[in-house]
């Protein structure tokens, strides 16, 4: 079986990033590299919030990102999911914005995804609050994904030999 991943909305936006300081476009080629090459290894989801995130305002390659994920599985907002979110929120794991990185943990706590991918390293792939999101989902009786970049799974299966090929 393979383990399931939850896409946040800096994975699209980052395959089709087109600013040019060195580190964005390291985090675009990192992005694309895992999606091109590794996302087989993988059962990748998404949910209704990327998609309402990706489809607010005016941007350039606002049409690619949503159509790069569009034939993802998609995750409903489950009621139990905004109790989760409030709580997370009230307990300052996340910035108090329900519509945003509380959310996506949320959902992928939810669903026991086994990891959630993002590039959001302050609030999400932080290994700093990672004991914390640890002890609240502990708390709620939830799963705790690893909370990952494209960087960390780039050749995770590049020596292997896996039957999923």
Not at 105 to 126: E, K, M, P, Q, V
Request: hydrophobic letters at 40%; one cysteine or more.
């Amino acid at each position: 079986m393979k383990p399931k991943i939850y896409i946040e909305t800096t994975i699209p936006s980052f395959y089709y990033e087109i600013r040019k300081e060195p580190e964005m476009v390291a985090r675009r080629n990192w992005t694309r590299e895992w999606w091109d090459n590794h996302i087989r290894y993988y059962e990748p989801v998404t949910s209704e919030a990327v998609f309402d995130e990706l489809s607010r305002g005016n941007y350039p390659n606002k049409d690619e990102k949503l159509s790069l994920i569009d034939k993802l599985p998609v995750l409903s907002i489950e009621s139990e999911i905004s109790e989760i979110v409030d709580v997370y929120i009230q307990h300052k794991l996340m910035p108090a914005d329900p519509l945003g990185d509380a959310l996506h943990l949320a959902i992928a706590s939810f669903y026991r995804c086994d990891f959630l991918l993002t590039w959001n390293c302050t609030h999400l792939a932080n290994a700093n609050k990672y004991s914390h999101i640890r002890r609240i989902n502990a708390i709620l009786d939830v799963f705790s994904p690893l909370l990952i970049t494209p960087l960390e799974l780039v050749g995770a299966y590049k020596d292997e030999k896996r039957s999923c090929d």
